[in-house]
């Protein structure tokens, strides 16, 4: 297994109280770590840091993406590495309330390129194992909130990206639910995806391990 993902000497400012410093990673193609922490103790900022959707300031340490030196993007660039490099499933998630749950998977796609047959199958596939197939024609706004947290891993996972970053994706889920959660994670990981899950939830951190074994591994946030 090659690395994926390099992380070194990472840290974030938000301002001058809030200085965030982070430990290293060395993520491979084919293996999920698990982030940990208190609540305010940096997944979140880390993970925004990793898909481009926090700037990295020259002095800030590095992330070496695929190959690609992820602090030397530009904006536009970072933004350009979702939804194909980078899947995202953010913590505040936000739908479209006017199109379908089906359109809302497939948006990161649609943003990017032209949807294809296999980009649809692929989506509802995605549906199906999280259990809200029979909701895809429905809109957003006429859904649970578990389901809703299904529907934006749905969306990470759509683009089939390098590199999962998913935020708490099993806050809000029942038992049943977070299995189904842990086991479309753990079939991208072992097809081949790298993947990192901040939670707090041992629920889905005993499902995962059970599912990846040694492809699975965790750590604290912080240094
Ligand atoms: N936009 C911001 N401006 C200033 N400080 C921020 C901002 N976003 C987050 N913070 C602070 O940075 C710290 C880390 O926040 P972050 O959201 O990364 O934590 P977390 O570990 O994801 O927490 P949780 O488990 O509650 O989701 C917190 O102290 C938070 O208040
Ligand atoms: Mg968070």
Redesign the pocket.
């Known amino acids: 297994m090659t690395a994926l993902l390099t992380v070194r000497n990472l840290s974030h400012r938000?301002?001058a109280d809030?200085l965030?410093s982070f430990a290293d990673v060395l993520l491979s193609r084919g293996a999920l770590l698990m982030v940990r922490?208190?609540?305010?103790?940096?997944?979140?900022?880390?993970l925004h840091l990793l898909g481009g959707v926090l700037p990295i300031t020259s002095d800030a340490g590095s992330v070496l993406l695929d190959g690609t030196d992820v602090g030397s993007l530009t904006s536009k660039q970072r933004d350009g590495l979702r939804p194909f490099v980078v899947g995202w499933m953010p913590?505040r998630h936000s739908m479209i309330g006017s199109v379908s749950v089906l359109d809302n998977v497939l948006l990161p796609v649609a943003l990017a390129r032209r949807v294809t047959g296999a980009d649809r199958m692929r989506a509802s596939e995605l549906l199906r194992a999280l259990e809200i197939e029979s909701l895809a024609e429905r809109r957003p706004a006429d859904i649970s909130v578990g389901q809703l947290a299904r529907v934006n891993l749905a969306r990470a996972l759509a683009a089939q990206p390098k590199l999962l970053l998913a935020d708490?994706p099993s806050a809000a889920l029942d038992d049943a639910s977070v299995n189904a959660v842990a086991s479309v994670i753990a079939v991208y990981v072992s097809e081949g995806g790298s993947a990192i899950v901040?939670s707090?939830d041992g629920r889905l951190r005993d499902s995962l391990l059970r599912m990846l074994g040694d492809r699975f591994s965790e750590r604290s946030?912080a240094p």
């Open positions: 938000y301002n809030v965030l922490g208190p609540s305010g103790s940096g997944k979140s900022t880390l913590q708490e901040a707090h946030v």
